[in-house]
Every structure is written in C-alpha cells, then in structure tokens.
C-alpha cells in the first residue's frame, strides 16, 4: 500500500500496465517531456521513452486519429485530450470511428484505446476547461464512460480501461486531482467496469452522483439532522450504467436526489430519473430530485462555485426531498 493522491494513482496504474504489456503506448500534447498539463504523466517518457510516451502537434482530431489507427494495428493505446472542451475536434473521429468499427467491421476489428480527459469545475479554469460532457458521449453507442472519484478506483478502473476491447473515455475529475490521498495498492488489481459504489447506507434517501461532486454530497450530509439516513452512491462508470444498484437502494429509500455538474437539461441525471420512474414507480414517496449545473455556458471563475452544486444547493434538495 502506498499513500496516492488521484494523480499519483492514475501515473502509477499508467506505468504498472506499460511495465505489464509492451503494447500500452501514451500520446498527447505535453504529456512526455512536460508531464502534462496536471503532470498526470510525469516521468513516463523518461521510463519508457518517446516511442511509448509520444508528444504531439495540439491536433485533438489527429491524436484520436492516430489512437486509432494504433489500437487497429493491435496496440492498446492512450490518448489524452488536455481538457474536457478540446473534446470537440476530436468528435468525429471518436463517435463515428473509434464507437463504430466493431459493429462496421462485423467484429473483426475492436479498437482498443482509453482517452484520458481531465473533465469539471472548480479549479478557476479558463473558458473551456471545465465542463461536464459526459452525457454527450454516454449517448453514443460503442463507447463506455467512466469517471472515478477516489485514487482508489482510479487505478482499478482504469487498468480495466486499458484492458478492455473497446473504446472507453476515462473522465477524471480534476478538482480531486491533488485534493486528499488515500492507501492505494501498489500491485495488480481491477475494479469493473459498469459496477457503482454505495459510499454510504441509508435509508430515507438515495443521492446518486459521480466525479467530485462526491465529496460535496458528503459534506452536505454532514450538516443535515443526525436523524436523517442518507445512502450515497458513487456510479464510477457512467455507461454501461449500474442501474441494479440503483433500483435496489430506491425501494428500499423511496427518494432520490441525483448531483452532477452539466447543466440540467438532457444530463445523466434525466436519464436516472427516467429509469427510476421505471423500475421504481410504485415505491416512490416523493418525485427525483436534480441538482446540477444551470442551462448556461460555465461561467468564469468569479461566480463558478454559483454555477457548481455546491453542499448548501445539495443540501436544501434532500431537504426537500425528504419533506415531500
């Protein structure tokens, strides 16, 4: 065991799987000599040298496109896209080629690659470096989605990233890059990929939500009445979506509050209601509650922590909640 920050554990799971299998390569802007932007990569060019840890031109479309084209000839690479915003030239590539080629290619080709995306706010980051798109891209099939909270599961779910046959976006919330450490196993394991934490158990209401806005729910849950049986749940994979933990934590609680930091409209938490509404109906004794970000562009620093579902916005919703 050893003490990781998020960053920490993320360059260790990085080096313990280019160590274990020679086809892991690492490309992107500033990831080799630099590091990273965040030095997530830092010391792994040194390690394994430019050929395995490759800087390259700021092309997102390119870097995707050239993940590709490795993973089709076999190797299991790992792009990073600097911020969540630079997502967007590398759209097409990822949507239209990376999701698609199993099912174009009748199975005969898998593309095996993980993008690494620093993803979120509260780190009084420019336009474009702090938003939430992982609804866009758990929208489209052909690719998995997942976005861990804890160095913990950030090792574990991302050597179960690298490992698997098909294209996975591994969002990591940067706002808990640096911000606590915790016992990290320094050997081999994985966690699964689709399978979502219960943080805490509770009985009177079940907060549903991902990434750094963990840690905003159990601060919110600290300041309300001990009485109150909060059950938090940390998805970690947001597609394929855990939803038996789910369903199986709201008839027991008969309330929801889901947390996110996209803007309300089309986010994942209307997709967790609706499947709420589904398996869930008959046990429900108040309707599911949302506290996101609002239906605009991420303001600048000055007001973002507004913009974020703080814990006194997360709070009153399961106060709320719990007084219907």
Not at 249 to 263: D, F, Q
Request: glycine share 8%; hydrophobic share 40%; net charge negative.
């Amino acid at each position: 065991m050893a003490q990781m920050t998020l960053v920490q554990a993320i360059n260790h799971a990085l080096a313990h799987e280019m160590e274990r299998d020679d086809r892991v390569v690492v490309l992107g802007e500033d990831v080799g000599l630099n590091g990273g932007v965040f030095r997530v990569t830092e010391g792994l060019q040194k390690r394994f040298g430019p050929e395995r840890v490759a800087d390259t031109p700021l092309a997102e479309s390119g870097i995707m496109g050239t993940a590709i084209g490795l993973a089709m000839a076999g190797m299991r690479p790992v792009p990073e896209i600097q911020f969540e915003g630079f997502l967007g030239p590398a759209y097409d590539q990822l949507v239209n080629h990376a999701a698609r080629y199993r099912t174009r290619s009748r199975g005969a080709v898998t593309i095996p690659l993980t993008v690494r995306v620093p993803v979120g706010g509260g780190i009084h980051a420019p336009e474009l470096h702090s938003d939430s798109p992982e609804a866009i891209y758990a929208h489209h099939p052909g690719l998995k989605v997942v976005m861990p909270s804890t160095p913990y599961d950030a090792k574990g779910l991302l050597l179960s990233a690298i490992r698997d046959p098909d294209p996975v976006v591994f969002f990591e919330p940067k706002r808990v890059y640096r911000s606590f450490r915790e016992d990290v196993p320094e050997d081999d394991y994985t966690i699964p990929i689709g399978q979502a934490k219960v943080v805490a158990e509770g009985t009177d209401v079940t907060v549903v939500t991902w990434g750094a806005p963990v840690f905003q729910c159990l601060a919110a849950m600290d300041e309300l009445p001990e009485d109150a049986s909060i059950e938090l749940i940390d998805l970690r994979t947001i597609y394929p979506i855990d939803v038996e933990t789910i369903v199986e934590s709201v008839r027991k609680t008969g309330r929801c509050v889901v947390v996110h930091e996209a803007p309300k409209t089309a986010g994942l938490g209307a997709e967790i209601a609706t499947l709420i509404q589904e398996h869930c109906f008959l046990h429900l004794e108040a309707p599911v509650q949302r506290c996101t970000g609002f239906d605009t562009v991420m303001p600048y620093y000055k007001l973002e922590l507004d913009y974020l579902p703080e814990s006194p916005r997360i709070q009153k919703a399961i106060e709320e909640c719990l007084a219907y």
